[in-house]
């Protein structure tokens, strides 16, 4: 499975930017797509992910309230929103997904191992 992301960019604070990820193969419709991020010198950590069975979300502390993660009916894409951008946004994110049922304990942690695809990251910048 490839995952092809998009989107990413330079944006001033406050600002919104939308990202894109797409799946080459339909096999991921009962697992998670998500994405996570990783700013310089600190571990990748879980953004926002999805789970397609119920259509739960998740979300970091961080970013609660100002990103909004979603999927398309075909369960190959997923689209992440976000708005009032902070430096501290500032990372190459990442699409990743799985095609394994996480427990909801395993998805809401985020761990990046329980995720077998892994995009090529697209780098978001927030500055003035």
């Known amino acids: 499975v490839q995952l092809q992301a998009s989107g990413g960019g330079l944006a001033q604070p406050g600002a919104s930017l939308r990202l894109s990820c797409a799946a080459s193969?339909?096999?991921?419709?009962?697992?998670?797509m998500g994405w996570f991020r990783q700013a310089p010198g600190k571990e990748r950590e879980l953004v926002a992910a999805?789970?397609?069975?119920?259509?739960?979300?998740t979300y970091a502390d961080s970013v609660k309230g100002r990103f909004a993660i979603s999927g398309d009916n075909a369960k190959t894409s997923v689209f992440l929103e976000m708005n009032s951008l902070k430096p501290e946004d500032t990372a190459i994110y990442y699409c990743?997904?799985?095609?394994?049922?996480?427990?909801?304990?395993?998805?809401?942690?985020?761990?990046?191992?329980?995720?077998?695809?892994w995009g090529q990251g697209t780098q978001v910048t927030v500055s003035s």
């Open positions: 193969e339909r096999t991921l419709s009962n697992g998670v």
């Open positions: 990743a997904a799985t095609n394994k049922r996480l427990i909801m304990s395993r998805f809401w942690e985020g761990i990046p191992s329980d995720y077998d695809y």
């Open positions: 999805i789970r397609w069975n119920g259509r739960s979300t």
